[in-house]
């Protein structure tokens, strides 16, 4: 065997070698790249957690299930969350647990009083989380439709911020906002507001 034979495997060799490492380092900082923001380091299966346990937020809604619910909803004394009268489609400042309590508790309390029935579809949501804090986007749609028929929409937007707890996701802030005026219908016909 030739040297310049030896030399030619040796250099398609290293030359492989090389390409190989390479591309393991452009891999490698594409993914770390695309897993942060400003130096945040994005954890992709925690936040497909998170987006999974608001949507779950939003089933133990439907289903009534209010306990569950406050106890994912933790609140925060710092974190003021800013909710909108569900009524006058107003803002509303709530500075405590005790806050965001009671206010599920009215709207639990005006629901019953109205015999009303509130339904909130499936949102379309976007989490960012680290290993111990997520904030999510969401756009909603809630219905809410009172004994004779009439089905008022509220098109809604929110930011939603969450901490790790042991395994589970808990809420302690978020912001929300109307997309739209509400709209109001009756027997599938857009209607007019009621007073």
């Known amino acids: 065997m030739s040297i310049n034979s030896r030399l030619g495997r040796r250099t398609i060799v290293a030359s492989l070698t090389i390409a ?12 770390s790249a695309s897993a942060t923001t400003n130096g945040v380091g994005w ?46 489609h107003l803002p509303l400042r709530l500075a405590s647990k005790r806050d965001i309590d ?31 804090i997520g904030i999510c986007t969401e756009e ?7 004994p004779d028929g009439v089905e008022e929409v509220d098109r809604l937007w929110s930011t939603a911020v969450a901490v790790k707890q042991g395994r589970e996701w808990k809420w302690i802030q978020w912001q929300m906002s109307n997309a739209q005026a509400p709209q109001f219908f009756k027997n599938g016909q857009p209607a007019v507001a009621p007073r």
């Open 140 to 146: 909603c749609t809630v219905h809410v439709t009172t």
């Open 20 to 31: 190989a490492v390479l591309a393991v380092f452009v891999a490698v900082g594409r993914s």
């Open 102 to 132: 009671g206010f599920v508790d009215s709207i639990v309390s005006n629901q019953t009083a109205a015999q009303s029935i509130f339904k909130l579809d499936t949102p379309t949501v976007n989490c960012k989380a680290t290993d111990t």
């Open 43 to 88: 954890n992709a299966p925690a936040s497909q957690e998170l987006t999974m346990a608001l949507h779950k937020l939003h089933e133990v809604w439907n289903n009534g299930d209010v306990r569950s619910l406050k106890t994912q909803i933790i609140g925060d004394d710092t974190l003021v969350t800013f909710e909108l009268d569900p009524q006058k």
